[in-house]
């Protein structure tokens, strides 16, 4: 039981200000119950040793090049090596002195698409000439003059929302900086930002299939659907024409290895890619099962590649393999395949196997009927509204040799 | 000629399925009370076996048994010792209702692929205790019982009765009366004198 007992930090106050090679005292009080030993931990700073008496009070060391809010925690061992955490507290990391200027780590920054993402650092310059990054420092601000190229949050993180160019501003204190950032072009295709659509983009956008839209502008996702998929594919081949290579058409062909199998028995998924071209089809295709990412495989020397598959739940499933395509060969879609996963008999649970716990479901509900309290229609193995002995046996029977239940 | 020869033939039908008839009934296995009749004095307890006779393969059992609530109340209901010989058993004691008079849903199965048991024997112990007197009716109803390839067996039904009966009052000994008796009469002599 962790229970009952609680850790307080009591020193030092949340937000206290330290700077590289300072010592951070830490007191720590027990609020509740009794401990065997105390810890602290910061992040970026790292744990001191447990103490087993009280008062807890602890020394940790600031690394240097270390800035920014960082977490500051206790750690109590308590009965059966079980462990309690105190209430998390911040203390601010920041130069020991002023800097002299900031500046950012890069000059101009563009963008490809719209809905990407870039974060660039700061550089602190102090009367040394020493320098250090302040990219994370509470006391830098960011904003951009143009949001609807370029928007920045507080944290730096910039976003790429049309084209044209935004000037983001860093400020620390009275210091300030400014960075040029290009948004993408208005050339619907054009992914990388160089003006021109053509098969840099098609193999950007090849490498991004399956990735989800940043939000309903994502220049990735050519088509609009919501998804970047190969039909976006399909649509930057058209825009781009003769500055894309001709991609050979490929068939991806799916096979399951069984159409019926029982729980968490395995399932064999095999891919077969083949190429209408000179150049043989490489790279990977990923299973997608329901509508979800199983797995990847990556094509062998003759097309060919599987997995093995033994989570999926018990029911009927729709499986397709995608074939991403690669610098000479076009993405494509098997045909989808069915296969039905079916519950072993009397593994009411589900779990993989008949043991006790299933004849367990079936007495916790034994003699009930349907829509009575405490029926469980697991235990209902004949599905005939009542439990009785015929789903008692049921489960029973297929129980290994030797097997004793209570 | 004819005539005759038919109903020989018709004769003969008639008695072999006549003389049939008993021997089908009596190799049906047989669900009974022990001892179909059985006393018992308000506030002490009487125990009945649930038996089974001329079973084959016998798997799995559920069974509901009924008695007058306000004469009797079930103490408790445990298994027999028949089915547990086949190898391990799982046993659901049953619900005790001694408001309505039931021990409803009471069950035991074999475990694993084995076959069923075979023969007669106790499949459950019944424990009553006298509340009142009268006669209770111990009747069997809601009867399963299963092969190994779970399949029903057919079975006959024999209920059984327990009679209540008033705590006795206690009589003397012989000994003890006939000292009494002599006390009496040494005060009579004694008296006399």
């Known amino acids: 039981m962790t229970c009952g007992q609680q850790l307080a930090i009591t020193s030092p106050s949340n937000g206290a200000v330290y700077s590289a090679g300072q010592i951070v005292t830490v007191t720590v009080s027990v609020t509740s119950g009794q401990v065997l030993a105390v810890q602290v931990g910061a992040q970026d700073i790292g744990f001191s040793a447990y103490q087993t008496t009280s008062p807890y009070s602890f020394s940790l060391t600031v690394p240097t090049e270390t800035i920014g809010l960082k977490n500051l925690f206790a750690v109590g061992l308590v009965a059966n090596e079980a462990v309690i955490?105190?209430?998390?507290?911040?203390?601010?990391?920041?130069?020991?002195?002023?800097?002299?200027?900031?500046?950012?780590?890069?000059?101009?920054?563009?963008?490809?698409?719209?809905?990407?993402?870039?974060?660039?650092?700061?550089?602190?310059?102090?009367?040394?000439?020493?320098?250090?990054?302040?990219?994370?420092?509470?006391?830098?601000?960011?904003?951009?003059?143009?949001?609807?190229?370029?928007?920045?949050?507080?944290?730096?993180l910039m976003s790429a929302n049309g084209s044209g160019t935004a000037n983001i501003t860093v400020s620390y204190g009275n210091l300030t900086a400014t960075m040029k950032a290009i948004g993408p072009t208005a050339v619907k295709g054009d992914l990388n930002g160089d003006g021109v659509v053509n098969s840099d983009d098609l193999f950007?956008?090849?490498?991004?299939?399956?990735?989800?839209?940043?939000?309903?502008?994502?220049?990735?996702?050519?088509?609009?659907?919501?998804?970047?998929?190969?039909l976006d594919v399909q649509a930057l081949l058209t825009l781009c024409g003769a500055s894309c290579p001709t991609l050979s058409s490929t068939t991806t062909g799916l096979s399951a290895s069984t159409n019926q199998v029982q729980l968490a028995k395995p399932v064999t998924l095999s891919a077969t890619v083949t190429g209408s071209g000179s150049n043989t089809p490489t790279g990977s295709v990923s299973f997608v099962v329901d509508g979800q990412l199983e797995d990847i495989g990556a094509l062998n020397a003759l097309n060919q590649t599987s997995i093995v598959v033994t989570s999926l739940p018990v029911g009927t499933h729709t499986i397709v393999g995608i074939y991403t395509g690669d610098s000479a060969n076009s993405?494509?879609?098997?045909?989808?395949?069915?296969?039905?996963?079916?519950?072993?008999?009397?593994?009411?649970?589900?779990?993989?196997?008949?043991?006790?716990a299933d004849l367990a479901i079936v007495k916790g509900s034994f003699g009930k009927k349907t829509g009575q309290p405490g029926f469980d229609p697991r235990a209902d193995v004949n599905k005939d509204g009542v439990v009785n002995v015929l789903d008692l046996s049921a489960v029973a029977r297929q129980l290994p040799p030797g097997t004793t239940c209570h | 000629m004819n005539r005759l020869r038919v109903a020989g033939i018709i004769a003969g039908v008639f008695l072999a399925s006549v003389f049939s008839l008993p021997t089908f009934a009596d190799s049906m296995p047989t669900l009974s009370i022990d001892p179909a009749s059985s006393s018992?004095?308000?506030?002490?307890?009487?125990t009945l076996d649930v038996?089974?006779?001329?079973?084959?393969?016998?798997?799995?059992?559920?069974?509901d048994l009924s008695f007058a609530p306000g004469l009797l109340s079930a103490a408790s209901i445990v298994e027999g010792s028949f089915l547990p010989g086949g190898g391990a058993t799982f046993f659901i004691p049953g619900t005790i209702d001694n408001v309505g008079g039931t021990v409803a849903s009471t069950a035991d199965t074999l475990l694993g692929p084995g076959p069923g048991v075979d023969g007669s024997g106790t499949l459950?112990?019944?424990?009553?205790?006298?509340?009142?007197?009268?006669?209770?009716?111990?009747d069997l109803s809601n009867v399963f019982l299963l092969d190994s390839n779970l399949n029903p067996i057919d079975a006959r039904l024999q209920s059984g009765s327990v009679t209540v009966s008033s705590p006795t009052t206690p009589v003397p000994e012989p000994n003890t009366f006939v000292l009494l008796m002599a006390g009496v009469g040494v005060l009579i002599f004694l008296r006399r004198k």
């Open chain 2, 124 to 138: 459950a112990i019944l424990t009553l205790t006298g509340l009142a007197p009268g006669t209770s009716a111990i």
């Open chain 2, 40 to 46: 018992v004095s308000v506030g002490s307890n009487v």
């Open chain 1, 204 to 230: 950007l956008l090849e490498s991004m299939l399956g990735s989800t839209p940043t939000g309903p502008n994502d220049s990735r996702d050519i088509n609009g659907d919501g998804k970047i998929d190969i």
């Open chain 1, 85 to 156: 955490v105190s209430p998390v507290i911040n203390i601010d990391v920041e130069p020991g002195a002023a800097p002299t200027a900031i500046s950012f780590q890069q000059s101009l920054v563009t963008f490809g698409y719209v809905g990407q993402q870039r974060r660039i650092g700061v550089t602190a310059t102090f009367a040394d000439g020493s320098t250090i990054d302040v990219s994370q420092s509470s006391q830098i601000q960011f904003s951009s003059d143009t949001p609807t190229v370029v928007s920045v949050d507080p944290t730096g």
């Open chain 1, 331 to 356: 993405p494509s879609t098997s045909q989808s395949v069915s296969t039905q996963i079916v519950a072993i008999p009397g593994d009411v649970n589900s779990d993989g196997v008949v043991d006790c």
């Open chain 2, 51 to 63: 038996n089974i006779a001329n079973v084959t393969d016998l798997y799995a059992f559920q069974f």
